[in-house]
């Protein structure tokens, strides 16, 4: 079974930063591109960054140049590198498993349980 465990969330005053990582196992993980999203409360869900198994890379546009996504295959784990938080950022932040580089996939994708991140003064 396919298991994704973010860690690294917690409170943090704006300007500061913070390093969220997720760890994989269960799946061939440096075969499938990987995601970080973010929910705030009241908000639909949305993708801040996103990383192949090629290692390209790709942010939204309210975390370009402040965030950095990682991936390091040898340990299964995905890194979310946040620099210059801002109060916004405040979210319950989660890993994704999406699909793979292969053609052959079997539809399904996975999810962390989230891992909050707190942005305040």
């Known amino acids: 079974q396919v298991q994704l465990a973010e860690s690294g969330g917690g409170w943090v005053q704006p300007g500061g930063s913070l390093r969220l990582t997720c760890v994989v196992s269960g799946s061939r993980f440096e075969i499938y591109s990987m995601a970080w999203y973010r929910q705030e409360t009241g908000r639909e869900r949305e993708r801040v960054a996103a990383i192949t198994s090629l290692g390209d890379t790709r942010y939204a546009d309210s ?3 402040r965030f950095t996504i990682s991936r390091d295959n040898a340990k299964n784990t995905l890194y979310l590198q946040m620099d210059s ?5 405040t979210a319950v932040y989660y890993c994704h498993q999406g699909p793979p580089a292969a053609d052959s996939w079997d539809g399904k994708d996975y999810w962390g349980r989230g891992t909050l991140v707190n ?3």
């Open 85 to 89: 938080l801002k109060p916004e950022d």
């Open 119 to 121: 942005v305040s003064a």
């Open 63 to 65: 975390v370009k140049g």
